[in-house]
């Protein structure tokens, strides 16, 4: 598996680093232009166009996983259901995310649509239903949720995934930096505890990221744009339900609970600073969807830490963290 893993990482690199000038041209000449405002940072126009190498690099790497599968070389009877559901939820989140670049969509609009497509990850049976508390050493190792409250939970889960991503993609690099190293890190999680098409995908991911960071490092020359941090949102909100998904032995029986915690630590720093925000917003009396200059990077840079400063120090806030949450499950 490490040989697959490996190429797979490579080719999503070598793919997405080769789209993205040619997408940088496109984009120019058909002006999909992100232009800077009073609250954005950056103050350069910039194609926002990116997020198609993502999709490019994944469509790729699914032929070749089928290739893989059909010639034994990966054995999982599920594969077939979990690349097509693949499939469906990649190219969903990314044309929503690229129909905003496009022709901004309201907010309201788009959170409907992340809703409606967080409930058919949920219909097709990738759910919260147990959460495993057993690193608490509590009498009880998880707790179980009702249909309804699976339903909201993973909702809830993979929407605000999504929308943190979304939401740290506010300076050159970032979001490609810390989705680079956070995918990695649960790949290598998920291959470890034998859930290989999941850590295979998300290794992808990771390569697709750092291949596209060579064009997005400071100062930028590519942006992701909503279609990209949406393909990586939903992507990482899913597959940490499927993949991070686990027995525990309980009673004698065996019962699939998810390491919500592990994953709240992979994804802290988006995370927080997507709660921060809502929390600030809300305590003014503003919308959650209200933009403003409180994220985490804003608030770095006005403390005096240049524009790449700040990408470096959260990207290797990042690591640590990632770090320390692999030491708690090796």
Same mark, same amino acid.
């Given at each position: 598996?490490?040989?697959?893993?490996?190429?797979?990482?490579?080719?999503?690199?070598?793919?997405?680093?080769?789209?993205?000038?040619?997408?940088?041209?496109?984009?120019?000449?058909?002006?999909?232009?992100?232009?800077?405002?009073?609250?954005?940072?950056?103050?350069?126009?910039?194609?926002?166009?990116?997020?198609?190498?993502?999709?490019?690099?994944?469509?790729?790497?699914?032929?070749?996983?089928?290739?893989?599968?059909?010639?034994?070389?990966?054995?999982?009877?599920?594969?077939?259901?979990?690349?097509?559901?693949?499939?469906?939820?990649?190219?969903?989140?990314?044309?929503?995310?690229?129909?905003?670049?496009?022709?901004?969509?309201?907010?309201?609009?788009?959170?409907?649509?992340?809703?409606?497509?967080?409930?058919?990850?949920?219909?097709?049976?990738?759910?919260?239903?147990?959460?495993?508390?057993?690193?608490?050493?509590?009498?009880?190792?998880?707790?179980?949720?009702?249909?309804?409250?699976?339903?909201?939970?993973?909702?809830?889960?993979?929407?605000?995934?999504?929308?943190?991503?979304?939401?740290?993609?506010?300076?050159?690099?970032?979001?490609?930096?810390?989705?680079?190293?956070?995918?990695?890190?649960?790949?290598?999680?998920?291959?470890?505890?034998?859930?290989?098409?999941?850590?295979?995908?998300?290794?992808?991911?990771?390569?697709?990221?750092?291949?596209?960071?060579?064009?997005?490092?400071?100062?930028?020359?590519?942006?992701?744009?909503?279609?990209?941090?949406?393909?990586?949102?939903?992507?990482?909100?899913?597959?940490?339900?499927?993949?991070?998904?686990?027995?525990?032995?309980?009673?004698?029986?065996?019962?699939?609970?998810?390491?919500?915690?592990?994953?709240?630590?992979?994804?802290?720093?988006?995370? +927080?600073?997507?709660?921060?925000?809502?929390?600030?917003?809300?305590?003014?009396?503003?919308?959650? +969807?209200?933009?403003?200059?409180?994220?985490?990077?804003?608030?770095?840079?006005?403390?005096?830490?240049?524009?790449?400063?700040?990408?470096? +120090?959260?990207?290797?806030?990042?690591?640590?963290?990632?770090?320390?949450?692999?030491?708690?499950?090796?």
């Amino acid at each position: 598996m490490f040989f697959v893993s490996f190429i797979l990482f490579l080719i999503n690199f070598f793919i997405t680093s080769s789209l993205s000038p040619i997408l940088q041209k496109i984009g120019s000449k058909l002006d999909l232009i992100d232009r800077p405002d009073n609250r954005k940072i950056n103050k350069r126009s910039l194609v926002r166009v990116g997020g198609i190498s993502f999709i490019a690099s994944f469509i790729i790497s699914y032929i070749i996983l089928v290739f893989f599968t059909k010639y034994n070389l990966i054995i999982n009877n599920e594969y077939k259901n979990f690349f097509t559901i693949s499939i469906i939820i990649s190219l969903s989140s990314f044309l929503l995310g690229f129909a905003d670049d496009l022709k901004s969509l309201s907010p309201i609009f788009r959170l409907f649509m992340q809703i409606i497509i967080s409930a058919f990850v949920w219909i097709c049976g990738i759910q919260i239903n147990n959460i495993d508390i057993s690193f608490l050493r509590l009498d009880i190792e998880f707790i179980q949720v009702s249909s309804l409250i699976s339903f909201f939970l993973t909702i809830i889960w993979i929407t605000g995934i999504t929308n943190a991503i979304n939401w740290i993609d506010g300076l050159d690099g970032l979001a490609s930096s810390l989705v680079g190293v956070s995918s990695l890190s649960l790949g290598v999680l998920f291959m470890r505890e034998g859930n290989i098409q999941e850590g295979l995908v998300l290794i992808g991911i990771s390569g697709s990221c750092l291949g596209f960071l060579i064009f997005n490092r400071y100062p930028a020359k590519l942006i992701m744009g909503d279609g990209g941090s949406y393909f990586l949102g939903f992507n990482l909100g899913y597959l940490s339900i499927l993949g991070g998904s686990s027995y525990l032995v309980y009673d004698s029986i065996n019962v699939y609970t998810q390491k919500l915690h592990i994953f709240i630590l992979i994804f802290l720093i988006p995370l +927080f600073d997507m709660t921060y925000v809502i929390l600030v917003r809300l305590s003014k009396g503003l919308s959650p +969807f209200y933009p403003d200059n409180n994220h985490i990077h804003h608030r770095l840079m006005n403390i005096g830490l240049t524009h790449d400063k700040v990408v470096k +120090f959260l990207t290797v806030a990042n690591i640590v963290i990632c770090i320390f949450s692999l030491i708690i499950l090796f």
